[in-house]
């Protein structure tokens, strides 16, 4: 099946995401195993997978719509401590959100409302797992404190 051009390499530049965030997640989720974060260690490797998958679906669909996959990922941003590497993964989720936006508008003018489909899951799934967990560890920073905070983090 031919796909349309545009939709392809946008898919692409969405490939690209996900292929970052999950390359985010890793350093960061070794880190946190590093520091002895056992709880942020588990749950960004959770993250770290489901990345994963995300991109995985993105390579099937471009393959299926004849295009060839770019694996070469986004811009990868480093916290050097926790309330950093959480705040550079939650402007990395924004970051797909945004595009995640961009790219069900391109498919819906291209009539391509599978590929639509695929984004809007993933467009879901960042919004009301990946961003909105974020936002709540740093929300709880602010209300404990980074000491207590860290310490239930153990």
């Not at 390579?59 to 309330?83: C, F, Q, S, W, Y």
Request: net charge negative; glycine share 6%; charged share 30%.
């Amino acid at each position: 099946m031919q796909g349309n051009p545009e939709v392809i390499a946008y898919m692409n530049e969405l490939l690209a995401g996900e292929l970052a965030a999950r390359d985010q997640y890793f350093i960061h989720s070794r880190m946190y195993a590093e520091w002895g974060y056992n709880k942020l260690f588990e749950r960004l490797g959770h993250e770290m997978e489901e990345e994963t998958e995300h991109a995985e679906a993105f390579i099937r669909r471009i393959l299926m719509l004849g295009g060839t996959p770019k694996m070469v990922p986004a811009a990868v941003n480093i916290g050097e401590d926790v309330p950093a590497m959480l705040r550079a993964d939650l402007n990395t989720e924004y970051e797909v959100r945004d595009a995640l936006k961009k790219g069900i508008k391109l498919c819906e003018e291209k009539q391509d409302y599978v590929t639509r489909e695929l984004m809007v899951a993933q467009l879901k799934d960042t919004e009301e797992d990946h961003a909105h967990w974020l936002e709540q560890q740093l929300r709880l920073i602010e209300l404990m404190g980074l000491q207590n905070y860290l310490q239930s983090q153990l």
